[in-house]
């Protein structure tokens, strides 16, 4: 069935341009299709003549006012006609399918808790983030929407999680792990303990995992508040330009010629291959009462794409409905 999904065109470092140009992408590489690029419509209707694009599958919706990473989570208050806000707000109406934004991470999440709401026993919605293992993607919930949770919260964010990874991952029966400063039951926080005591009931849980072993894939989905989550994908995401420099430093000083170093170049590029955020595109918001992703600032309109392609998939295999089923 066609999907229509609704895309901010003034999202991000390279707005309009990159929006622009994922979602072209995305309409030639799927007829299913249909796209509505949400932002100032002279600017985003120029850009889309200026690369050509005359078909009839991407629509242009104005919403005049653009929130800037300056901007607090107040501006969805304040700009009630931006790109986020008419979007999400064209998706709670029924108007579109998703949203996708390469946008504001903490204005999105608020401005889509708020639109769209809840999904019925949903504590608090979540952001989930793909992490690259020895194994591939796995998933970390939650990297940065709930600093202070519940044992409830974790709870339900491992459900969540399973669904997800289950259902948009391909992972079948994924093992879900709490992320602990030790293995044994009784360390951590108090809230980890309990959250440990609830999860025990799950028949997938594998217990506490330690930092050491989350790119080991000990886990396929690894249950965490925010704060912790949100400090290891940034880890995460430093990892490869860090290695990239040691290595490179490690080449100079042992003098390799050109051809030496080509080969070990391809070996690297391929090695770190899945730490490249555009092959993911974007992560979604779990638990809100609709689909909406959000990318990173800098994505490239690959990674636009790969967003708008990814929502397109959650919106069809129902993973909403998944959810509510599996919390009650």
């Known amino acids: 069935m066609p999907v229509k999904i609704a895309v901010d065109a003034a999202g991000g470092d390279h707005y309009p341009n990159h929006p622009v140009q994922g979602a072209i992408d995305a309409v030639n590489a799927d007829g299913d299709l249909h796209i509505l ?36 989570v107040g501006a969805i208050k ?9 979007g999400l707000g064209l998706h ?28 019925p026993g949903v504590m ?26 519940k044992p ?11 669904v997800y990874a289950a259902t948009e991952m391909g992972i079948h029966n994924p093992r879900v792990g709490l992320l602990n400063v030790g293995e044994e039951e009784e360390k951590g926080t108090e809230t980890i303990r309990a959250a440990h005591a609830l999860l025990k009931s799950r028949p997938n849980f594998v ?13 396929d989905v690894y249950v965490c508040d925010g704060l912790v989550g949100n400090l290891i994908l940034k880890f995460g995401e430093s990892i490869p330009e860090a290695m990239q420099q040691l290595i490179g430093a490690a080449i100079a000083t042992q003098g390799l010629a050109a051809e030496q170093v080509k080969p070990v170049m391809g070996v690297l590029k391929q090695a770190f291959a899945p730490f490249d955020y555009q092959a993911v595109g974007g992560v ?15 994505s490239s309109p690959l ?15 129902h993973v909403n409905e998944k959810i509510v089923a599996a919390l009650a």
Not at 152 to 158: C, P, V, Y
Not at 304 to 309: F, P, S
Request: glycine share 14%; hydrophobic share 45%; net charge negative.
């Open 37 to 72: 690029l949400v932002g100032p419509e002279p600017l985003v209707s120029e850009t889309l003549r200026e690369k050509g694009y005359d078909g009839d599958r991407i629509s242009v919706i104005e919403a005049p006012e653009v929130i800037g990473m300056e901007d607090s």
């Open 78 to 86: 304040t700009k009630p006609n931006s790109s986020i806000m008419v």
């Open 92 to 119: 709670a109406k029924g108007h579109c399918d998703a949203f996708v934004s390469a946008g504001h991470t903490g204005v999105l999440l608020a401005a889509s808790a708020v639109v769209l709401g809840r999904l």
């Open 124 to 149: 608090r919605p979540t952001i989930s983030s793909v992490y690259p293992t020895v194994k591939g993607f796995r998933l970390m919930v939650d990297v940065g929407a709930n600093l202070e949770v």
């Open 152 to 162: 409830e919260m974790l709870l339900q964010f491992a459900i969540m999680g399973e």
């Open 207 to 219: 217990g506490n995992i330690e930092g050491r072993d989350i790119l080991g894939g000990h886990a």
């Open 284 to 298: 979604p918001f779990l638990g809100v009462n609709g689909v909406s992703f959000v990318g990173h600032g800098g």
């Open 303 to 317: 990674a636009i794409q790969n967003m708008i392609m990814r929502a397109a998939s959650m919106v069809s295999n």
